[in-house]
């Protein structure tokens, strides 16, 4: 007869041996070939811990279609990435009522979608299988807390979200998701142009227990028809992001937040918000009782006005630059007097915005070498020399007159001090300093001649 110490023994090594058989020992690469299986098929041959990878189409195969779109993780902790990155990896739902994603099984930061490009997304007009309406998130509707990196979303519509709806699925269950190194491009959020209607998130919308953290994307010509033409929602933490060109229907009284509208908290920093547009608040819009940190940020040539806050929002702001907004750069309940010390009003030198080259120059205020606070204000550093505040003003006192000839006149010909800013000593524009230079000052001072331009010497 066995002892119970020997039949505790025996009764460990059986239990161990069934937890060592329910669990892989090891993870599984699994392969994804156009012609031969959807990603759909990938995922459900796949357990958590494996990596499903995505080949690119060849030829007439393309990622479209049953098994292509509304896929699901169904709970799984696994990576689904592409070969070849989002540019050659593309799921095209065709406008056709369906989503690429849908994450509401519980996925954490284990699960993972990388290197997709995500395209003409459109569920403004989707119903569930219940016929109950399902129509927020043209790409991707998050549930759960996964990390989508790496991918590109074109040209996604949704009633909210244009391309990314997050809500959690109860109230007690907070969803963090993360979304970094993304590109939305022309995403909207929008159903039918009412007066009513408040469709909001162009490009992300962030709904009840939603909390993602956004970093280090570019949101460009995104829409909404109400709130937020790139973001819009509760809660988020952005980081790195660049803004611009997105915006807000200009026919609806209401709408604001031509960048970001935040609703109720979110900390937005070290980002570049710049030619946005929205009747209230052209680069973001502090909404009703909202409380906000906005650190570290470039808001500049936005439409009307850099920042609007309404009803009782709190803005703390730290290390900002802001420049060149005709309706100002903070108003409504917020002013200039809640900035901080280190927050400057001046032109932070864009490489070139003309060609929406948001880097900034070596001479810029925004520089890290320069800024109030040691650090970089906006998103990208310095990549040029540019340095044009004030074209033709050659010994860079704040004003064009005759001293800026005579300070040209001795640096040409008798050895004086070069122009600290050469831009701003190439009024003509031709890319070289010399007499015509002094010749285009005096015929704009005195004899009605074109205005002083920056020059291009860099």
Known sequence: MLSKSTLSKISFLCLSVIFICTYPLYSATIYVYPWESTIQDGIDSANSGDTVLVDKPVGPYQYTGTGNCDISFHGKQIV?????????????????????????????????????????????????????????????????????????????????????????????TLVTPIIIDCEFIADSALYEYSSTSDYSGGAIYCGSGANPTITDCIFTNNFAWAYGGAISGINATINNCLFYLNSTDDTYGGAAGGAVFIADS???????????????????????????????????????????????????????????????????????????????????????????????????????????????????????????????DVNNDGVVNILDTSFLTDYLYRGGNPPPCPDEADPNN????????????????????????????L
């Open 80 to 172: 689904l990435k592409s070969i070849h990155g989002p540019e050659y990896t593309p799921i095209d739902l065709e406008g056709s009522g369906t989503r690429a994603f849908i994450f509401n099984e519980g996925e954490s930061s284990s699960a993972k979608l990388i290197g997709f490009k995500i395209k003409n997304g459109d569920v403004r007009y989707h119903n569930d299988s219940n016929n109950m309406a399902d129509r927020n998130g043209g790409a991707i509707k998050l549930q759960a807390s996964p990390v989508i990196e790496n991918c590109i979303f074109e040209n996604c519509m949704g009633e909210y979200g244009g391309a990314i709806y997050i809500k959690s699925v109860s109230g007690d």
């Open 266 to 392: 979110m900390t937005i920093r070290g980002c570049t918000i710049s030619k946005n547009y929205s009747p209230n608040g052209g680069g973001i819009y502090a909404g009703e009782n909202s409380s906000s940190y906005i650190a570290n940020n470039i808001i500049a040539f936005n439409y009307f006005t850099g920042i609007k806050c309404y009803n009782n929002a709190c803005i703390t702001f730290s290390c900002n630059n802001f420049w060149n907004h005709s309706g100002g750069h903070i108003i409504g309940y917020c002013d200039t007097t809640d900035v901080d010390m280190f927050t400057i009003f001046e032109d932070p030198l864009f490489c070139d915005i003309s060609i929406n080259n948001y880097y900034i120059s070596s001479y810029s205020p925004c520089d890290e070498d320069s800024s109030n606070c040691g650090i970089l204000i906006g998103k990208y550093n310095d990549n040029c020399d540019y340095c044009c505040n004030n074209p033709g």
């Open 430 to 457: 031709d890319c070289s300093i010399n007499i015509l230079d002094v010749t285009q000052i005096i015929n704009y001072l005195y004899n009605g001649g074109p205005a002083p331009e920056c020059g291009c010497i």
